[in-house]
């Protein structure tokens, strides 16, 4: 947090280097509590999604703690900044494993710093569960490294069959950050599958994530008169895409995007641009699931507002291991990887979770609409379309 020093980043490639070779078992956590860290996007352009996530997880571990903690001791979490930053990332992965001796680890949202992290939880053979990563490379790190979230391949796949298939749209239009691996990978794994459905992909335009002008891209989509475009793109991105979209004359309900759209700023900032426009994601505030209505009346009482899907996913994580923590064979990470590799139907506010043989979660999306300035639950989707 605020106030502790940073270390150098040839200090942390040494020690991440020297420190992961040859581990044994783990250091036990503090006698009186579960001890597990927390790396988030606290600051910097994606704030946001790292103050929904931590909420989500303040709200579940106090719910574990007040009906006892796990295996009657209660769940500490400490949280890491990484500033929206893959090397911070790595910095504080090391602080929470090294410093604080953590059993666990809960992050990242964002791929790009999952990765960073999970390469030294990995290394450290601490076990790490990212609630939001969808990137299918994030779980491929190794042995120690989970997500509660589907992949980015589920994603496209089920958002270019929800384009074909249930909208009708045949010429496809794709607008991506070329230096965000979230959405570079899921604009990838979208088009192949629009493609194999008969699609036409009819322009395609992509961007560094520190450009803020879109209108050229926008008019050059525009021109090819697609039937959709497809934005799989961070909520930071979309909002001016969407304003810009106005002015060129593109209407909100041409437009597709991802989970990476699902925050409060959007709606806040662009709602009446994306009136109509639609976006695959892990849940909806209005879903019928008890589990999740139960989540979402307990988040308002103590928020006082709606929570977003990352919110949802942070409290999904912080659950998923705590019940992996619960039956565990023994108190080591070891044991506790274990424990999580194991989760089988669990129930949680986004539905039930299954931990794959490849770490990932077994589970299906729902498409969200953005209608009359509110993210609406429009359809759910799976493999089977």
């Not at 790396?39 to 946001?48: D, H, I, N, R, V």
């Not at 490379?137 to 989970?146: L, S």
Request: net charge neutral; with cysteine; glycine share 10%.
């Amino acid at each position: 947090m605020l106030g502790r020093r940073r270390i150098l980043i040839a200090g942390v490639l040494a020690a991440a280097s020297t420190l992961g070779l040859g581990c044994g078992k783990k250091e036990a956590p503090a006698a009186g509590e579960w001890r597990v860290g927390a790396y988030l996007s606290l600051s910097g352009p994606e704030t946001q999604f790292g103050i929904d996530t931590r909420e989500g997880i303040d709200l579940a571990v106090d719910e574990l703690n007040k009906a006892g903690g796990v295996k009657g001791k209660p769940l500490h979490v400490l949280y890491e900044d990484d500033k929206s930053n893959p090397n911070e990332a790595t910095n504080k992965v090391l602080q929470l494993i090294d410093r604080d001796k953590v059993v666990a680890l809960l992050g990242e949202v964002a791929s790009s710093r999952s990765k960073a992290g999970g390469i030294v939880a990995n290394r450290k053979h601490i076990p790490m569960v990212s609630p939001s990563s969808t990137n299918v490379d994030v779980t491929k790190i190794g042995p120690f490294v989970f997500r509660v979230c589907f992949t980015d391949d589920f994603q496209g796949k089920v958002g270019a069959r929800f384009a074909l298939q249930k909208l009708a749209k045949k010429r496809v239009a794709i607008l991506s950050a070329s230096d965000v691996l979230y959405s570079t990978g899921l604009a990838k794994d979208f088009k192949a599958e629009v493609q194999k459905l008969g699609g036409e992909i009819v322009a395609e335009k992509s961007f560094l994530q520190s450009e803020t002008n879109f209108t050229t891209y926008l008019q050059e989509l525009a021109a090819a008169k697609p039937d959709i475009i497809y934005a799989p793109v961070y909520y930071n991105h979309m909002v001016p895409i969407a304003r810009q979209a106005k002015a060129a004359g593109i209407a909100g309900e041409m437009f597709l995007g991802g989970d990476g759209w699902d925050s409060e700023s959007l709606l806040k900032d662009a709602s009446d641009e994306l009136e109509g426009a639609y976006f695959t994601n892990h849940y909806a505030p209005d879903v019928d699931w008890p589990n999740s209505k139960a989540f979402v009346a307990a988040y308002k009482q103590r928020y006082g507002h709606e929570p977003s899907s990352l919110a949802a996913m942070g409290y999904d994580a912080a659950k998923v291991l705590a019940d992996a923590i619960g039956r565990s064979k023994g108190d080591t990470s070891e044991a506790i990887r274990d424990a999580i590799a194991e989760t089988k139907a669990f129930q949680g506010a986004t539905g039930e979770i299954s931990i794959d043989p490849e770490r990932n979660a077994k589970k299906k999306a729902v498409v969200v609409q953005v209608k009359g300035k509110r993210f609406t639950y429009l359809t759910t989707v799976g493999d089977d379309g």
